[in-house]
């Protein structure tokens, strides 16, 4: 079983910047994959970025390509994401997951966060 708590989210002004952490404990081994998803009211879950726990490869939705970055510190059981020049469309409750595969669909996606909301003012 793994935990997965989310922290960072909070509200912030169009442009500005935020970073999520993600907090993994329990028997994380069979987990590869740590990504991020997003998910805004009366909308489906969306995909926004993701990274494989060994070799450090990342993957971003088309979305924030330039504006997100995901990092992992392995050795603390952590994983970020770095939110830069935030727009209000970024507006929604932010999960941490754990998994397989680098996909950007959540099904290879064993476990998750309970969400951190970030909301972007105008």
């Known amino acids: 079983q793994v935990q997965l708590v989310e922290s960072g989210g909070g509200l912030v002004q169009a442009g500005g910047s935020l970073r999520l952490s993600c907090a993994a404990s329990g028997r994380t081994f069979s987990s590869v994959v740590m990504g991020w998803f997003r998910q805004a009211p009366g909308k489906e879950r969306e995909f926004v970025a993701a990274i494989r726990l060994s070799g450090g490869f990342t993957y971003y939705a088309d979305s924030v390509k330039g504006r997100f970055t995901i990092s992992r510190d392995n050795a603390k059981n952590l994983v970020y994401l770095q939110m830069n020049s935030l727009k209000p469309e970024d507006t929604a409750v932010y999960y941490c997951?754990?998994?397989?595969?680098?996909?950007?669909?959540?099904?290879?996606?064993?476990?998750w966060g309970q969400g951190t909301q970030v909301t972007v003012s105008s």
């Open positions: 997951a754990a998994g397989r595969v680098v996909v950007s669909i959540p099904s290879p996606y064993d476990y």
